[in-house]
């Protein structure tokens, strides 16, 4: 490898990331003025050779030097080791918050969202929420419809803030039953803040540990977009009329400004007593006998305007589809405990890989048991949801958008390789920090055997790779084996942790025991 060729991995994001060996104070030359020593610097790609790389050691009174997680580029390969200069350091090795933030460096997901941040301050700066929806309203562009009258609610975890989806039922006449979703309208707001060229990369809010990093500027997800309760918000609105037999008599598709009348958290006692929630339940369990809590409601509804809008985006030969293929039979899940059922729904709703439509694209949803299948509910956290819906506007003339806004679609569905990789790094990189922090801070958790349900089998060279469901300390992490197994086989596990001897890499790895749980 020469320097032409770590050039050109420079290109895309301007460094390389790697650790900087500082442990034991050992050194390997000077720099040509010998004012500072040279150290080896071990880069995260494994493709690429070690590094010696100028640092300039503080001394304090521990005397303890640390391994430190650096950004660098390359300075020179003049010798038997290529030279770098230090760009940023990020920490400690010991410290899990630079870990988390090493982890996104090395998968190129740490992307700035400040001039979308700046950019979308100055308007909220100028202009109050209500004061930009007064305005919309009046605008015949946006079709907005009052709703605000209405009553409408969410059901999310405790302690969210970017509130996506809402609900609300309504009884009619001939015993049919309107249920209305209500989806947070990002696209309107950035086309009426004029938003859309400061849209960064980033095509996913990423949750560790630590914090999450939000798709959006945190002002746009958890305040202006979001619907929170008591406040006038912009939705785009599914409305299932359906009959007295559950069966869907129409469906219609609106932009509606709301105001949501609470923000519940699932299972909490006021929303189990709430008139219209156990309402849309009764009304739900009918439709699935399967129904058991507000969890599963909530997933029913969203799967249900996923795969009814997918439809309809299929039959006007549009849309980002998510594809999800499989050999086996997904009936075999329901041998398994609900709560674990409805963590491999969960699952199996992020992988898989999206498809713009065509006709010979196959995008068959084999897990859901869906035909056409789209995202479109998460759009304050998901670049693909708000596509879709910035496609269905477009496509089905809900709103009269600027060039900007088609601009944005067009330069997005021609990079549907980006996104596929981005998301598979995002999902690799949330597990992997979760077992590791909870490993970290509870290490009595690898001093016991857990019960674990195998799932999403995959073939890697000679190797097989699952995702292992620990039920009882509810943890999901990967595991690689050379055996074959069947999905949804029981097993028992032990986790480990390790640690190369350079500390550049932290692993936590599951040993399977090989006794059949019974």
Same mark, same amino acid.
């Given at each position: 490898?020469?320097?032409?060729?770590?050039?050109?991995?420079?290109?895309?994001?301007?460094?390389?990331?790697?650790?900087?060996?500082?442990?034991?104070?050992?050194?390997?030359?000077?720099?040509?003025?010998?004012?500072?020593?040279?150290?080896?610097?071990?880069?995260?790609?494994?493709?690429?050779?070690?590094?010696?790389?100028?640092?300039?050691?503080?001394?304090?009174?521990?005397?303890?030097?640390?391994?430190?997680?650096?950004?660098?580029?390359?300075?020179?390969?003049?010798?038997?080791?290529?030279?770098?200069?230090?760009?940023?350091?990020?920490?400690?090795?010991?410290?899990?918050?630079?870990?988390?933030?090493?982890?996104?460096?090395?998968?190129?997901?740490?992307?700035?969202?400040?001039?979308?941040?700046?950019?979308?301050?100055?308007?909220?700066?100028?202009?109050?929420?209500?004061?930009?929806?007064?305005?919309?309203?009046?605008?015949?562009?946006?079709?907005?419809? =009052? $709703?605000? *009258?209405?009553?409408?609610?969410? %059901?999310?975890? &405790? @302690?969210?803030?970017?509130? /996506?989806?809402?609900?609300?039922?309504?009884?009619?006449?001939?015993?049919?039953?309107?249920?209305?979703?209500?989806?947070?309208?990002?696209?309107?707001?950035?086309?009426?803040?004029?938003?859309?060229?400061?849209?960064?990369?980033?095509?996913?809010?990423?949750?560790?540990?630590?914090?999450?990093?939000?798709?959006?500027?945190?002002?746009?997800?958890?305040?202006?977009?979001?619907?929170?309760?008591?406040? =006038? $918000?912009? *939705?785009?609105?599914?409305?299932? %009329?359906?009959? &007295? @037999?559950?069966?869907?008599? /129409?469906?219609?598709?609106?932009?509606?400004?709301?105001?949501?009348?609470?923000?519940?958290?699932?299972?909490?006692?006021?929303?189990?007593?709430?008139?219209?929630?156990?309402?849309?339940?009764?009304?739900?369990?009918?439709?699935?006998?399967?129904?058991?809590?507000?969890?599963?409601?909530?997933?029913?509804?969203?799967?249900?305007?996923?795969?009814?809008?997918?439809?309809?985006?299929?039959?006007?030969?549009?849309?980002?589809?998510?594809?999800?293929?499989?050999?086996?039979?997904?009936?075999?899940?329901?041998?398994?405990?609900?709560?674990?059922?409805?963590?491999?729904?969960?699952?199996?709703?992020?992988?898989?890989?999206?498809?713009?439509?065509?006709?010979?694209?196959?995008?068959?949803?084999?897990?859901?048991?869906?035909?056409?299948?789209?995202?479109?509910?998460?759009?304050?956290?998901?670049?693909?949801?708000?596509?879709?819906?910035?496609?269905?506007?477009?496509?089905?003339?809900?709103?009269?958008?600027?060039?900007?806004?088609?601009?944005?679609?067009?330069?997005?569905?021609?990079?549907?390789?980006?996104?596929?990789?981005?998301?598979?790094?995002?999902?690799?990189?949330?597990?992997?920090?979760?077992?590791?922090?909870?490993?970290?801070?509870?290490?009595?958790?690898?001093?016991?055997?857990?019960?674990?349900?195998?799932?999403?089998?995959?073939?890697?060279?000679?190797?097989?790779?699952?995702?292992?469901?620990?039920?009882?300390?509810?943890?999901?992490?990967?595991?690689?084996?050379?055996?074959?197994?069947?999905?949804?086989?029981?097993?028992?596990?032990?986790?480990?942790?390790?640690?190369?001897?350079?500390?550049?890499?932290?692993?936590?790895?599951?040993?399977?025991?090989?006794?059949?749980?019974?």
């Amino acid at each position: 490898m020469n320097s032409e060729i770590i050039q050109s991995k420079l290109l895309n994001t301007g460094y390389l990331a790697g650790v900087l060996q500082l442990h034991g104070n050992r050194s390997f030359g000077r720099t040509a003025n010998k004012k500072r020593l040279l150290y080896k610097c071990i880069p995260d790609d494994k493709e690429l050779p070690v590094f010696l790389i100028p640092y300039e050691m503080k001394m304090d009174f521990s005397k303890v030097f640390k391994n430190k997680y650096v950004l660098f580029t390359i300075d020179h390969w003049n010798e038997t080791h290529p030279h770098g200069l230090l760009k940023e350091t990020i920490g400690d090795v010991d410290d899990l918050n630079c870990y988390y933030e090493y982890q996104l460096y090395c998968k190129h997901l740490h992307i700035s969202i400040n001039d979308f941040t700046n950019k979308s301050r100055v308007v909220l700066q100028e202009n109050t929420v209500e004061t930009i929806i007064s305005r919309m309203l009046t605008l015949p562009k946006y079709q907005l419809e =009052d $709703r605000r *009258a209405e009553y409408i609610f969410s %059901i999310d975890p &405790e @302690n969210s803030r970017d509130f /996506d989806d809402a609900f609300s039922i309504q009884t009619l006449d001939n015993n049919e039953t309107k249920i209305s979703i209500y989806i947070a309208n990002v696209c309107l707001w950035l086309e009426e803040m004029e938003l859309w060229n400061s849209f960064s990369t980033r095509v996913s809010t990423i949750y560790l540990p630590d914090k999450k990093r939000t798709m959006l500027p945190a002002a746009l997800s958890d305040v202006v977009c979001s619907l929170l309760e008591n406040n =006038d $918000r912009l *939705a785009f609105v599914m409305d299932a %009329i359906i009959d &007295e @037999n559950g069966q869907l008599k /129409d469906i219609q598709y609106k932009n509606a400004v709301i105001r949501v009348k609470k923000n519940f958290v699932y299972e909490e006692p006021k929303l189990l007593k709430n008139h219209n929630y156990k309402q849309l339940f009764e009304f739900t369990a009918d439709l699935d006998k399967n129904m058991k809590d507000s969890h599963d409601l909530v997933e029913y509804w969203m799967i249900y305007m996923n795969s009814k809008t997918g439809e309809h985006m299929a039959n006007h030969k549009m849309g980002i589809f998510r594809s999800v293929q499989y050999s086996h039979s997904p009936l075999h899940i329901t041998k398994l405990d609900h709560h674990t059922q409805q963590v491999i729904r969960s699952w199996n709703n992020v992988i898989g890989k999206y498809i713009c439509y065509a006709e010979d694209a196959d995008i068959h949803h084999d897990m859901l048991e869906r035909k056409y299948y789209v995202q479109i509910t998460s759009p304050i956290r998901r670049l693909i949801d708000l596509l879709n819906m910035l496609l269905f506007i477009k496509h089905m003339g809900l709103a009269d958008l600027s060039s900007s806004a088609d601009t944005f679609m067009t330069k997005w569905l021609a990079q549907m390789d980006f996104i596929n990789k981005s998301m598979k790094d995002i999902r690799k990189i949330q597990v992997a920090s979760d077992i590791l922090h909870r490993c970290f801070h509870n290490p009595d958790i690898m001093n016991s055997e857990y019960e674990g349900v195998l799932f999403d089998k995959t073939i890697k060279g000679d190797k097989f790779k699952y995702m292992v469901y620990l039920k009882d300390i509810k943890l999901l992490t990967s595991y690689t084996s050379d055996e074959n197994l069947e999905n949804y086989t029981d097993r028992n596990f032990n986790i480990y942790l390790f640690e190369n001897e350079d500390q550049s890499r932290k692993k936590i790895r599951l040993q399977l025991q090989h006794q059949k749980i019974e």
